[in-house]
Protein backbone atom coordinates (compact mmCIF):
# COMPACT_ATOMS: atom_id res chain seq x y z
CA UNK A 1 0.00 0.00 0.00
CA UNK A 2 1.45 3.60 -1.03
CA UNK A 3 1.79 5.88 1.81
CA UNK A 4 -0.41 9.24 1.79
CA UNK A 5 2.42 11.42 0.92
CA UNK A 6 2.97 9.40 -1.90
CA UNK A 7 -0.62 9.15 -3.38
CA UNK A 8 -0.60 13.44 -2.60
CA UNK A 9 2.83 13.72 -5.04
CA UNK A 10 1.44 11.34 -7.40
CA UNK A 11 -1.50 13.81 -7.29
CA UNK A 12 1.12 17.16 -8.43
CA UNK A 13 3.25 14.89 -10.79
CA UNK A 14 0.30 12.77 -12.68
CA UNK A 15 -0.17 9.00 -12.22
CA UNK A 16 2.33 8.23 -14.94
CA UNK A 17 5.56 10.05 -13.30
CA UNK A 18 8.58 8.46 -13.72
CA UNK A 19 10.51 6.48 -10.64
CA UNK A 20 13.61 9.29 -11.29
CA UNK A 21 11.55 12.26 -10.52
CA UNK A 22 10.76 10.68 -6.60
CA UNK A 23 14.48 10.12 -6.30
CA UNK A 24 15.67 13.24 -7.52
CA UNK A 25 12.99 15.13 -5.22
CA UNK A 26 13.85 12.70 -2.66
CA UNK A 27 17.53 13.74 -2.65
CA UNK A 28 16.46 17.27 -2.99
CA UNK A 29 15.31 17.14 0.49
CA UNK A 30 18.20 15.31 1.56
CA UNK A 31 20.68 18.04 0.25
CA UNK A 32 18.56 20.69 1.33
CA UNK A 33 19.01 19.22 5.60
CA UNK A 34 22.24 18.81 5.31
CA UNK A 35 22.79 22.41 4.02
CA UNK A 36 20.70 23.67 6.82
CA UNK A 37 22.60 21.43 9.30
CA UNK A 38 26.11 22.94 7.82
CA UNK A 39 25.18 26.37 8.13
CA UNK A 40 24.10 26.04 12.04
CA UNK A 41 27.43 24.12 12.56
CA UNK A 42 29.87 26.87 11.03
CA UNK A 43 26.96 29.56 13.16
CA UNK A 44 27.97 27.94 16.44
CA UNK A 45 31.88 27.57 15.61
CA UNK A 46 31.77 31.12 14.74
CA UNK A 47 29.84 32.34 18.18
CA UNK A 48 32.15 29.80 20.15
CA UNK A 49 35.41 30.93 18.75
CA UNK A 50 34.91 34.38 18.67
CA UNK A 51 35.05 34.73 22.66
CA UNK A 52 38.21 33.87 22.62
CA UNK A 53 40.31 36.48 23.59
CA UNK A 54 43.37 35.23 21.74
CA UNK A 55 42.76 36.35 17.97
CA UNK A 56 44.70 33.54 16.65
CA UNK A 57 43.25 30.74 18.53
CA UNK A 58 42.20 27.50 16.86
CA UNK A 59 41.73 28.80 13.30
CA UNK A 60 44.22 25.92 11.95
CA UNK A 61 42.10 23.37 13.04
CA UNK A 62 38.16 24.75 12.53
CA UNK A 63 38.62 26.58 9.26
CA UNK A 64 41.11 25.11 7.02
CA UNK A 65 39.14 22.60 4.99
CA UNK A 66 36.34 25.73 4.98
CA UNK A 67 39.02 27.49 3.51
CA UNK A 68 39.78 24.62 0.85
CA UNK A 69 36.39 24.33 -0.25
CA UNK A 70 35.79 28.03 -0.23
CA UNK A 71 38.99 28.30 -2.59
CA UNK A 72 37.43 25.78 -4.85
CA UNK A 73 34.16 27.10 -5.26
CA UNK A 74 35.41 30.45 -6.15
CA UNK A 75 37.71 28.81 -8.81
CA UNK A 76 34.77 26.94 -10.43
CA UNK A 77 32.52 30.39 -10.44
CA UNK A 78 35.46 32.10 -12.40
CA UNK A 79 35.02 29.62 -14.98
CA UNK A 80 37.09 30.49 -18.25
CA UNK A 81 37.83 33.88 -16.86
CA UNK A 82 40.54 32.38 -14.93
CA UNK A 83 43.99 34.28 -15.00
CA UNK A 84 46.69 32.74 -17.03
CA UNK A 85 49.80 31.69 -15.53
CA UNK A 86 52.82 33.88 -16.26
CA UNK A 87 55.59 32.83 -18.23
CA UNK A 88 59.00 31.92 -16.84
CA UNK A 89 61.30 34.30 -17.89
CA UNK A 90 64.75 34.10 -20.08
CA UNK A 91 68.37 32.81 -18.60
CA UNK A 92 69.35 36.31 -18.96
CA UNK A 93 66.99 37.60 -16.03
CA UNK A 94 67.87 34.39 -13.57
CA UNK A 95 69.77 37.43 -11.56
CA UNK A 96 67.78 40.21 -12.36
CA UNK A 97 68.04 43.39 -10.23
CA UNK A 98 65.74 46.36 -11.33
CA UNK A 99 67.31 49.78 -10.93
CA UNK A 100 70.92 48.78 -11.61
CA UNK A 101 71.13 49.03 -15.11
CA UNK A 102 74.34 50.56 -16.02
CA UNK A 103 74.23 50.56 -19.73
CA UNK A 104 70.77 52.50 -19.39
CA UNK A 105 71.99 54.46 -16.80
CA UNK A 106 75.25 55.41 -18.75
CA UNK A 107 72.85 56.80 -22.17
CA UNK A 108 70.98 59.09 -19.46
CA UNK A 109 74.06 60.75 -18.90
CA UNK A 110 74.87 59.60 -15.44
CA UNK A 111 78.80 59.31 -14.68
CA UNK A 112 81.79 59.98 -12.35
CA UNK A 113 80.31 56.80 -10.42
CA UNK A 114 76.39 57.41 -10.39
CA UNK A 115 76.12 54.80 -13.80
CA UNK A 116 76.67 52.26 -10.49
CA UNK A 117 74.00 53.61 -8.50
CA UNK A 118 70.32 53.02 -8.08
CA UNK A 119 67.55 54.35 -10.57
CA UNK A 120 64.61 53.19 -10.95
CA UNK A 121 63.19 55.33 -13.80
CA UNK A 122 65.90 54.25 -16.29
CA UNK A 123 65.21 50.75 -16.97
CA UNK A 124 61.86 49.62 -17.91
CA UNK A 125 61.24 45.52 -16.39
CA UNK A 126 59.90 45.08 -19.83
CA UNK A 127 57.17 42.07 -20.05
CA UNK A 128 55.95 40.68 -16.76
CA UNK A 129 57.40 36.89 -16.58
CA UNK A 130 58.82 34.93 -13.32
CA UNK A 131 62.39 34.90 -13.23
CA UNK A 132 63.75 31.41 -13.00
CA UNK A 133 66.47 30.25 -10.72
CA UNK A 134 70.00 28.80 -12.90
CA UNK A 135 70.06 25.33 -14.40
CA UNK A 136 71.76 23.86 -11.64
CA UNK A 137 69.91 25.68 -8.37
CA UNK A 138 69.72 23.83 -5.22
CA UNK A 139 67.96 24.99 -2.33
CA UNK A 140 70.48 26.22 0.36
CA UNK A 141 71.55 24.10 3.59
CA UNK A 142 69.50 24.91 6.85
CA UNK A 143 71.14 27.13 9.50
CA UNK A 144 74.57 27.14 10.45
CA UNK A 145 75.51 24.37 8.04
CA UNK A 146 74.64 27.12 5.15
CA UNK A 147 76.89 29.65 7.00
CA UNK A 148 79.53 27.77 6.03
CA UNK A 149 79.00 25.78 2.97
CA UNK A 150 77.01 26.84 -0.07
CA UNK A 151 75.92 25.81 -3.64
CA UNK A 152 78.56 26.91 -5.99
CA UNK A 153 75.31 26.81 -8.72
CA UNK A 154 73.26 29.50 -6.50
CA UNK A 155 75.72 32.72 -6.50
CA UNK A 156 76.72 33.93 -9.68
CA UNK A 157 80.64 33.90 -9.24
CA UNK A 158 83.44 31.80 -11.37
CA UNK A 159 86.31 29.77 -9.98
CA UNK A 160 88.37 32.71 -11.67
CA UNK A 161 86.47 35.76 -10.51
CA UNK A 162 87.31 34.04 -6.68
CA UNK A 163 90.79 33.34 -7.27
CA UNK A 164 91.47 36.86 -8.75
CA UNK A 165 89.44 38.40 -5.89
CA UNK A 166 91.67 40.88 -3.64
CA UNK A 167 88.92 40.29 -0.37
CA UNK A 168 91.05 39.85 2.59
CA UNK A 169 89.06 36.50 3.61
CA UNK A 170 89.37 35.11 0.10
CA UNK A 171 91.65 32.50 2.27
CA UNK A 172 88.68 31.67 4.43
CA UNK A 173 87.32 30.17 1.44
CA UNK A 174 87.95 26.59 -0.46
CA UNK A 175 85.65 26.33 -3.72
CA UNK A 176 85.10 22.71 -4.71
CA UNK A 177 83.46 21.41 -7.34
CA UNK A 178 79.59 22.30 -7.02
CA UNK A 179 80.36 24.52 -3.24
CA UNK A 180 81.83 26.64 -1.90
CA UNK A 181 82.96 25.85 1.86
CA UNK A 182 83.92 28.75 4.42
CA UNK A 183 86.62 27.64 7.42
CA UNK A 184 84.79 27.42 11.00
CA UNK A 185 86.58 29.75 13.10
CA UNK A 186 88.25 27.07 15.04
CA UNK A 187 90.34 27.03 11.82
CA UNK A 188 91.64 30.49 11.26
CA UNK A 189 95.10 31.24 10.75
CA UNK A 190 96.72 33.95 12.58
CA UNK A 191 95.49 37.54 11.23
CA UNK A 192 91.77 35.92 10.68
CA UNK A 193 88.79 37.21 11.09
CA UNK A 194 88.39 36.19 14.79
CA UNK A 195 91.48 37.93 15.62
CA UNK A 196 90.79 40.71 13.54
CA UNK A 197 87.63 41.74 15.91
CA UNK A 198 90.02 40.72 18.63
CA UNK A 199 92.06 43.48 17.85
CA UNK A 200 89.21 45.76 17.02
CA UNK A 201 87.71 45.21 20.54
CA UNK A 202 91.20 46.19 22.29
CA UNK A 203 91.59 49.21 20.27
CA UNK A 204 88.54 50.39 21.76
CA UNK A 205 89.38 49.64 25.37
CA UNK A 206 87.69 45.93 25.36
CA UNK A 207 89.28 42.91 26.95
CA UNK A 208 87.74 40.61 24.45
CA UNK A 209 85.33 41.51 21.12
CA UNK A 210 82.85 39.27 23.48
CA UNK A 211 82.53 42.71 25.31
CA UNK A 212 81.11 44.42 22.32
CA UNK A 213 77.87 44.58 23.87
CA UNK A 214 79.20 45.78 27.27
CA UNK A 215 80.72 48.78 25.57
CA UNK A 216 77.61 49.86 23.16
CA UNK A 217 78.29 48.20 20.15
CA UNK A 218 75.29 46.36 19.14
CA UNK A 219 74.71 46.71 15.87
CA UNK A 220 77.54 47.30 12.82
CA UNK A 221 77.13 48.51 9.49
CA UNK A 222 79.38 46.13 7.57
CA UNK A 223 80.38 48.52 4.02
CA UNK A 224 81.88 46.47 1.22
CA UNK A 225 81.44 42.97 3.46
CA UNK A 226 83.48 40.81 0.98
CA UNK A 227 82.56 37.59 1.18
CA UNK A 228 80.62 38.30 4.47
CA UNK A 229 83.39 36.09 7.43
CA UNK A 230 83.41 39.20 9.52
CA UNK A 231 79.60 39.56 9.39
CA UNK A 232 79.24 36.08 10.03
CA UNK A 233 81.74 36.77 13.43
CA UNK A 234 80.02 39.08 14.38
CA UNK A 235 76.61 37.40 14.34
CA UNK A 236 78.24 34.78 16.47
CA UNK A 237 78.71 37.09 18.93
CA UNK A 238 75.00 38.43 18.80
CA UNK A 239 75.54 41.65 17.27
CA UNK A 240 73.59 42.63 14.49
CA UNK A 241 75.99 43.16 11.13
CA UNK A 242 74.12 44.50 7.79
CA UNK A 243 76.40 44.27 4.70
CA UNK A 244 76.07 47.36 2.19
CA UNK A 245 77.60 46.92 -1.08
CA UNK A 246 77.44 48.41 -4.54
CA UNK A 247 75.66 46.35 -6.99
CA UNK A 248 77.84 43.66 -9.16
CA UNK A 249 76.67 42.02 -11.90
CA UNK A 250 79.22 38.56 -11.10
CA UNK A 251 80.53 38.10 -7.61
CA UNK A 252 78.51 39.51 -5.80
CA UNK A 253 79.25 40.69 -1.80
CA UNK A 254 75.82 41.15 -1.20
CA UNK A 255 74.30 37.71 -2.82
CA UNK A 256 77.16 35.71 -1.35
CA UNK A 257 76.39 37.02 2.12
CA UNK A 258 72.84 36.50 2.11
CA UNK A 259 73.23 32.76 0.44
CA UNK A 260 75.54 32.62 3.99
CA UNK A 261 72.06 33.85 5.76
CA UNK A 262 73.69 36.79 6.56
CA UNK A 263 72.12 40.48 6.73
CA UNK A 264 72.98 42.20 3.58
CA UNK A 265 71.25 44.37 0.71
CA UNK A 266 72.67 46.43 -1.98
CA UNK A 267 73.73 50.05 -1.05
CA UNK A 268 76.46 52.56 -2.34
CA UNK A 269 78.55 55.52 -1.42
CA UNK A 270 78.29 57.36 -4.83
CA UNK A 271 75.84 60.46 -4.89
CA UNK A 272 72.87 59.29 -2.39
CA UNK A 273 71.86 58.74 1.20
CA UNK A 274 71.56 55.37 2.03
CA UNK A 275 67.46 54.53 3.33
CA UNK A 276 68.55 54.95 7.25
CA UNK A 277 67.75 57.13 9.38
CA UNK A 278 70.22 59.03 11.12
CA UNK A 279 71.87 57.64 14.59
CA UNK A 280 71.29 54.45 13.23
CA UNK A 281 74.53 52.57 14.02
CA UNK A 282 76.81 51.89 16.66
CA UNK A 283 79.96 50.65 14.44
CA UNK A 284 80.26 51.30 10.37
CA UNK A 285 83.33 49.00 9.66
CA UNK A 286 85.47 49.52 6.38
CA UNK A 287 87.53 46.67 5.53
CA UNK A 288 89.42 47.22 2.00
CA UNK A 289 85.86 48.39 0.82
CA UNK A 290 87.23 50.53 -2.33
CA UNK A 291 85.55 53.98 -1.36
CA UNK A 292 88.02 56.61 -1.55
CA UNK A 293 86.81 58.20 1.49
CA UNK A 294 88.67 61.96 1.00
CA UNK A 295 86.78 62.22 -1.92
CA UNK A 296 84.51 65.08 -2.78
CA UNK A 297 85.57 67.18 -0.21
CA UNK A 298 84.51 64.50 2.51
CA UNK A 299 80.59 63.95 1.85
CA UNK A 300 81.34 60.40 2.33
CA UNK A 301 82.48 60.96 5.83
CA UNK A 302 79.68 63.64 6.27
CA UNK A 303 77.43 59.98 5.38
CA UNK A 304 79.49 58.32 7.92
CA UNK A 305 78.52 60.79 10.61
CA UNK A 306 75.23 60.79 9.76
CA UNK A 307 74.70 57.42 10.13
CA UNK A 308 76.51 57.05 13.65
CA UNK A 309 75.21 57.33 17.01
CA UNK A 310 77.20 59.30 19.46
CA UNK A 311 79.56 57.47 20.64
CA UNK A 312 79.97 55.44 17.90
CA UNK A 313 83.04 53.75 16.18
CA UNK A 314 84.34 54.32 12.44
CA UNK A 315 86.82 51.69 11.86
CA UNK A 316 88.96 51.82 8.41
CA UNK A 317 91.37 49.17 7.46
CA UNK A 318 93.58 49.77 4.56
CA UNK A 319 94.62 47.14 2.41
CA UNK A 320 96.69 44.02 3.47
CA UNK A 321 99.67 44.81 1.20
CA UNK A 322 102.04 47.50 3.35
CA UNK A 323 102.87 50.19 0.82
CA UNK A 324 106.33 49.96 -0.57
CA UNK A 325 108.22 52.69 -2.17
CA UNK A 326 108.73 56.80 -1.37
CA UNK A 327 106.01 57.32 -4.03
CA UNK A 328 103.51 55.24 -1.94
CA UNK A 329 104.65 56.07 1.35
CA UNK A 330 103.97 60.05 0.44
CA UNK A 331 100.45 58.99 -0.98
CA UNK A 332 99.64 57.29 2.22
CA UNK A 333 100.46 59.93 4.69
CA UNK A 334 98.63 62.83 2.53
CA UNK A 335 95.81 60.56 2.96
CA UNK A 336 96.27 60.23 6.42
CA UNK A 337 96.85 63.87 6.94
CA UNK A 338 93.66 65.12 5.03
CA UNK A 339 91.22 62.30 7.15
CA UNK A 340 92.76 63.67 10.31
CA UNK A 341 91.82 67.07 8.87
CA UNK A 342 88.44 66.55 8.50
CA UNK A 343 87.78 64.06 11.04
CA UNK A 344 88.49 67.07 13.56
CA UNK A 345 86.23 69.38 11.67
CA UNK A 346 83.40 66.54 12.31
CA UNK A 347 84.14 66.34 15.66
CA UNK A 348 85.66 62.64 15.36
CA UNK A 349 88.53 61.58 17.46
CA UNK A 350 91.65 59.10 16.43
CA UNK A 351 91.45 56.54 19.29
CA UNK A 352 93.80 54.10 18.10
CA UNK A 353 95.85 53.08 15.12
CA UNK A 354 97.28 49.91 14.82
CA UNK A 355 98.77 48.43 11.84
CA UNK A 356 96.53 49.28 9.00
CA UNK A 357 93.86 49.67 11.11
CA UNK A 358 92.56 53.36 12.28
CA UNK A 359 89.57 54.00 14.50
CA UNK A 360 88.05 57.05 15.06
CA UNK A 361 85.08 57.70 17.45
CA UNK A 362 82.26 59.99 16.95
CA UNK A 363 81.60 62.94 19.51
CA UNK A 364 79.02 62.75 22.63
CA UNK A 365 78.75 66.69 22.74
CA UNK A 366 76.61 67.62 19.92
CA UNK A 367 77.65 71.23 20.79
CA UNK A 368 80.67 70.72 19.65
CA UNK A 369 80.51 71.49 16.05
CA UNK A 370 79.03 74.54 16.34
CA UNK A 371 82.64 75.25 18.65
CA UNK A 372 84.98 74.32 15.75
CA UNK A 373 86.22 77.19 14.31
CA UNK A 374 85.96 75.80 10.87
CA UNK A 375 83.14 73.46 11.38
CA UNK A 376 80.49 72.34 8.71
CA UNK A 377 76.90 74.08 9.26
CA UNK A 378 74.13 72.05 11.06
CA UNK A 379 71.15 70.62 8.51
CA UNK A 380 67.75 71.70 8.80
CA UNK A 381 65.06 69.53 10.26
CA UNK A 382 64.10 68.88 6.77
CA UNK A 383 67.04 66.57 5.94
CA UNK A 384 66.31 64.57 8.83
CA UNK A 385 62.75 63.40 7.83
CA UNK A 386 62.43 60.46 5.68
CA UNK A 387 65.98 60.00 4.18
CA UNK A 388 65.04 57.59 1.68
CA UNK A 389 67.77 57.95 -1.57
CA UNK A 390 68.31 61.74 -0.85
CA UNK A 391 71.54 63.59 -2.06
CA UNK A 392 74.20 63.52 -0.19
CA UNK A 393 74.36 67.09 1.87
CA UNK A 394 77.44 68.45 3.54
CA UNK A 395 75.98 69.16 6.92
CA UNK A 396 75.59 67.80 9.78
CA UNK A 397 72.45 65.83 11.20
CA UNK A 398 70.35 65.67 13.95
CA UNK A 399 72.07 67.28 16.62
CA UNK A 400 68.87 68.60 18.13
CA UNK A 401 67.27 64.89 17.85
CA UNK A 402 65.53 63.39 21.04
CA UNK A 403 67.64 60.33 20.36
CA UNK A 404 71.11 61.71 20.49
CA UNK A 405 72.28 59.60 23.78
CA UNK A 406 75.67 57.86 23.61
CA UNK A 407 75.51 53.95 23.23
CA UNK A 408 77.83 54.26 26.11
CA UNK A 409 74.78 55.25 28.25
CA UNK A 410 72.53 52.83 26.56
CA UNK A 411 70.04 50.88 28.99
CA UNK A 412 71.86 47.08 29.55
CA UNK A 413 68.60 45.48 29.52
CA UNK A 414 66.88 43.19 27.06
CA UNK A 415 63.55 44.93 27.59
CA UNK A 416 63.47 48.77 26.58
CA UNK A 417 62.52 51.38 29.33
CA UNK A 418 59.35 53.49 29.15
CA UNK A 419 61.66 56.30 28.82
CA UNK A 420 63.27 54.61 25.69
CA UNK A 421 59.92 54.23 23.94
CA UNK A 422 58.62 57.63 25.22
CA UNK A 423 62.22 58.98 23.08
CA UNK A 424 60.78 57.24 20.15
CA UNK A 425 57.03 59.04 20.05
CA UNK A 426 55.99 55.31 21.49
CA UNK A 427 53.52 54.60 24.66
CA UNK A 428 54.80 51.77 26.41
CA UNK A 429 51.17 50.33 26.51
CA UNK A 430 50.96 50.36 22.88
CA UNK A 431 54.48 48.84 22.18
CA UNK A 432 54.09 45.52 25.15
CA UNK A 433 50.63 44.96 23.51
CA UNK A 434 51.99 44.76 20.22
CA UNK A 435 54.33 42.36 20.99
CA UNK A 436 52.20 40.02 22.93
CA UNK A 437 50.00 39.88 19.94
CA UNK A 438 52.85 38.78 18.08
CA UNK A 439 53.88 36.30 20.51
CA UNK A 440 50.65 34.94 20.19
CA UNK A 441 50.57 34.78 16.28
CA UNK A 442 54.01 33.45 15.71
CA UNK A 443 52.85 30.45 18.12
CA UNK A 444 50.36 29.53 16.02
CA UNK A 445 51.30 30.29 12.36
CA UNK A 446 54.50 28.65 12.79
CA UNK A 447 52.94 25.53 12.35
CA UNK A 448 51.75 26.43 8.72
CA UNK A 449 55.08 26.62 7.19
CA UNK A 450 54.32 22.76 7.03
CA UNK A 451 54.12 21.21 3.47
CA UNK A 452 51.83 19.31 5.19
CA UNK A 453 49.03 21.93 5.15
CA UNK A 454 49.56 21.48 1.28
CA UNK A 455 49.70 17.79 0.23
CA UNK A 456 46.95 15.19 1.22
CA UNK A 457 49.13 13.39 3.91
CA UNK A 458 46.91 10.87 5.80
CA UNK A 459 46.57 11.16 9.40
CA UNK A 460 44.12 10.16 12.21
CA UNK A 461 41.47 12.29 13.17
CA UNK A 462 42.87 14.73 16.14
CA UNK A 463 46.61 14.14 15.02
CA UNK A 464 48.68 17.43 15.56
CA UNK A 465 50.89 18.04 12.76
CA UNK A 466 54.26 18.30 13.45
CA UNK A 467 55.95 21.88 13.92
CA UNK A 468 58.54 22.47 11.49
CA UNK A 469 62.20 22.47 12.88
CA UNK A 470 63.73 25.68 14.66
CA UNK A 471 65.74 26.37 11.83
CA UNK A 472 63.23 25.56 8.88
CA UNK A 473 63.86 29.55 7.49
CA UNK A 474 66.72 31.94 7.80
CA UNK A 475 66.38 34.74 5.42
CA UNK A 476 63.06 36.56 6.64
CA UNK A 477 61.29 39.76 5.49
CA UNK A 478 59.22 41.40 7.26
CA UNK A 479 57.50 43.98 4.60
CA UNK A 480 55.75 45.97 6.87
CA UNK A 481 57.32 46.12 10.46
CA UNK A 482 55.63 48.59 12.52
CA UNK A 483 57.75 48.42 15.89
CA UNK A 484 59.24 44.95 14.71
CA UNK A 485 57.28 42.64 17.32
CA UNK A 486 57.46 39.60 14.51
CA UNK A 487 61.12 39.96 15.07
CA UNK A 488 61.05 40.06 18.39
CA UNK A 489 58.99 36.82 18.86
CA UNK A 490 61.01 34.90 16.73
CA UNK A 491 64.33 35.46 18.71
CA UNK A 492 61.46 35.01 21.90
CA UNK A 493 61.08 31.49 20.41
CA UNK A 494 64.70 30.91 19.44
CA UNK A 495 64.11 30.42 15.98
CA UNK A 496 67.59 30.90 13.87
CA UNK A 497 66.33 33.78 11.86
CA UNK A 498 66.99 37.46 11.18
CA UNK A 499 64.13 39.46 10.13
CA UNK A 500 64.69 42.47 7.30
CA UNK A 501 62.25 45.02 9.08
CA UNK A 502 60.82 47.54 6.19
CA UNK A 503 59.36 50.29 7.25
CA UNK A 504 57.18 51.35 4.20
CA UNK A 505 58.20 55.30 3.13
CA UNK A 506 54.78 56.42 3.49
CA UNK A 507 54.30 55.00 6.81
CA UNK A 508 54.93 55.94 10.38
CA UNK A 509 58.77 55.93 10.57
CA UNK A 510 59.12 53.50 13.42
CA UNK A 511 63.03 52.83 11.79
CA UNK A 512 64.56 54.36 14.14
CA UNK A 513 62.99 52.06 17.34
CA UNK A 514 63.49 49.26 15.04
CA UNK A 515 67.21 49.67 14.71
CA UNK A 516 67.28 50.91 18.47
CA UNK A 517 66.21 47.30 19.62
CA UNK A 518 69.38 45.67 17.82
CA UNK A 519 67.23 44.37 14.29
CA UNK A 520 67.99 44.66 10.82
CA UNK A 521 66.21 47.38 9.17
CA UNK A 522 65.65 49.80 5.90
CA UNK A 523 63.42 52.09 4.41
CA UNK A 524 61.64 51.26 1.29
CA UNK A 525 59.17 52.13 -1.19
CA UNK A 526 56.98 49.33 -1.90
CA UNK A 527 56.18 50.86 -5.38
CA UNK A 528 59.62 49.91 -6.40
CA UNK A 529 62.24 46.77 -6.41
CA UNK A 530 63.83 46.27 -3.37
CA UNK A 531 68.05 46.47 -3.48
CA UNK A 532 68.36 42.70 -3.59
CA UNK A 533 69.43 39.75 -5.84
CA UNK A 534 66.87 36.92 -6.95
CA UNK A 535 66.14 33.98 -4.74
CA UNK A 536 67.52 35.68 -1.47
CA UNK A 537 64.58 35.40 1.36
CA UNK A 538 63.05 32.11 2.85
CA UNK A 539 60.34 33.80 4.23
CA UNK A 540 57.93 37.22 3.25
CA UNK A 541 55.81 38.39 6.22
CA UNK A 542 53.18 41.64 5.29
CA UNK A 543 50.63 42.85 7.90
CA UNK A 544 48.59 45.26 6.59
CA UNK A 545 50.62 46.39 3.39
CA UNK A 546 48.27 45.67 0.72
CA UNK A 547 45.35 48.00 2.64
CA UNK A 548 48.34 50.61 3.14
CA UNK A 549 49.03 50.67 -0.53
CA UNK A 550 45.91 50.58 -2.01
CA UNK A 551 45.94 54.17 -1.98
CA UNK A 552 49.47 54.18 -3.47
CA UNK A 553 50.56 54.45 -7.16
CA UNK A 554 51.44 50.55 -6.93
CA UNK A 555 50.15 47.75 -9.25
CA UNK A 556 49.23 44.74 -7.12
CA UNK A 557 50.82 42.44 -9.84
CA UNK A 558 54.17 44.29 -10.15
CA UNK A 559 54.37 43.99 -6.10
CA UNK A 560 53.82 40.18 -6.33
CA UNK A 561 56.11 39.67 -9.23
CA UNK A 562 59.06 41.48 -7.20
CA UNK A 563 58.17 38.75 -4.22
CA UNK A 564 58.19 36.28 -6.47
CA UNK A 565 61.62 37.62 -7.71
CA UNK A 566 63.59 38.01 -4.55
CA UNK A 567 61.76 34.61 -2.64
CA UNK A 568 63.57 31.29 -2.82
CA UNK A 569 61.76 28.36 -4.51
CA UNK A 570 59.75 26.46 -1.92
CA UNK A 571 60.12 30.16 0.04
CA UNK A 572 57.02 30.98 2.13
CA UNK A 573 54.45 34.25 2.34
CA UNK A 574 52.65 35.05 5.28
CA UNK A 575 49.60 37.93 4.43
CA UNK A 576 47.45 39.15 6.98
CA UNK A 577 45.02 41.96 5.55
CA UNK A 578 41.48 42.55 4.76
CA UNK A 579 38.94 39.45 3.31
CA UNK A 580 38.85 42.05 0.22
CA UNK A 581 42.92 43.04 -0.42
CA UNK A 582 43.63 39.12 0.39
CA UNK A 583 41.08 38.22 -2.39
CA UNK A 584 42.37 40.00 -4.46
CA UNK A 585 46.06 38.87 -3.45
CA UNK A 586 45.20 35.07 -4.29
CA UNK A 587 43.68 35.75 -7.67
CA UNK A 588 47.31 37.29 -8.25
CA UNK A 589 49.36 34.20 -6.59
CA UNK A 590 47.31 32.33 -8.86
CA UNK A 591 48.88 33.36 -12.04
CA UNK A 592 52.28 33.46 -9.75
CA UNK A 593 51.60 29.97 -9.86
CA UNK A 594 51.88 29.52 -6.40
CA UNK A 595 49.92 27.56 -3.88
CA UNK A 596 47.83 29.27 -0.93
CA UNK A 597 45.83 28.77 1.40
CA UNK A 598 43.56 31.10 2.73
CA UNK A 599 42.95 31.35 6.70
CA UNK A 600 39.94 32.68 8.56
CA UNK A 601 41.23 34.12 11.61
CA UNK A 602 38.35 33.30 14.10
CA UNK A 603 38.73 36.65 15.76
CA UNK A 604 34.85 38.42 14.54
CA UNK A 605 36.94 40.38 12.35
CA UNK A 606 36.99 40.98 8.33
CA UNK A 607 41.01 40.01 8.96
CA UNK A 608 42.63 36.62 6.74
CA UNK A 609 45.60 35.27 6.40
CA UNK A 610 47.06 34.08 2.88
CA UNK A 611 50.23 31.50 3.58
CA UNK A 612 51.74 30.52 0.39
CA UNK A 613 54.22 28.50 -0.91
CA UNK A 614 56.75 29.01 -4.48
CA UNK A 615 57.35 26.09 -5.80
CA UNK A 616 60.26 25.03 -7.78
CA UNK A 617 59.97 25.68 -10.84
CA UNK A 618 62.73 24.26 -12.92
CA UNK A 619 61.53 25.01 -16.48
Known amino acids: MRSPWFNKLSVILGRGAPLSWLLLCFLSIVALIAVLGSSASNTLDFVTSSSKPNIYSSYRRLKEQAAVDYLELRTLS ?96 LLEENQIAFHSEDGLVFD ?3 DYSRQIAEMIGLGTDSEFLQAGVQSVLDVGCGFGSFGAHLVSLKLMAVCVAVYEATGSQVQLALERGLPAMIGNFISRQLPYPSLSFDMVHCAQCGIIWDQKEGIFLIEVDRLLKPGGYFVLTSPESKPRGSSSSRKNKSLLKVMEEFTEKICWSL ?267 KK
Open 78 to 173: LGTTRPKELDLCGKERENFVPCYNVSANLLAGFKEGEEFDRHCGMSGLGDRCLVRPPKDYKIPLRWPAGRDVIWSANVKITKDQFLSSGSMTKRLM
Open 192 to 194: GVK
Open 351 to 617: ISQQDETFIWQKTVDAHCYTSRKHGLPLCKEEHDAVPYYHPLVSCISATNSKRWISIQNRSSGSQLSSAELEVHGVQPEDFFEDLQVWRSALKNFWSLLTPLIFSDHPKRPGDEDPLPPFNMIRNVMDMNAHYGGLNAAFLEEKKSVWVMNVVPVNARNTLPLILHQGFAGVLHDWCEPFPTYPRTYDMLHANGLLSHLSSERCDLMDLFLEMDRILRPEGWVVISDKLGAIEMARMVVTQMRWEARVIDLQNGSDQRLLVCQKPFL
